[in-house]
């Protein structure tokens, strides 16, 4: 999986899979941009949701347990 806008994504991936072989987790938080609005750009909560859900990095690694995020709610 390619990820733009990390010119050291592979560097990063090389550390996060050799966390993995010796065992080692790393949770990472998959951010608060997951739930967007079709229409238009939203702020909630000093968040901008955005029309295209944005995938935390390294949350969406393969090497890595991305938890939590908040999706806030429209009401």
Do not use: H
Request: glycine share 14%; charged share 10%.
């Amino acid at each position: 999986m390619v990820f733009t806008g990390n010119p050291k994504q592979d560097l990063w991936e090389a550390a996060l899979r050799r966390a993995v072989i010796e065992g080692r987790t790393m949770f990472a938080s998959t951010g608060d941009t997951g739930a967007g609005c079709p229409l238009a750009a939203i702020v909630l909560n000093g968040v901008t949701l955005i029309p295209t859900p944005w995938m935390g990095y390294p949350a969406v690694s393969q090497y890595v347990v991305g938890v939590g995020g908040n999706r806030p709610l429209l009401q």
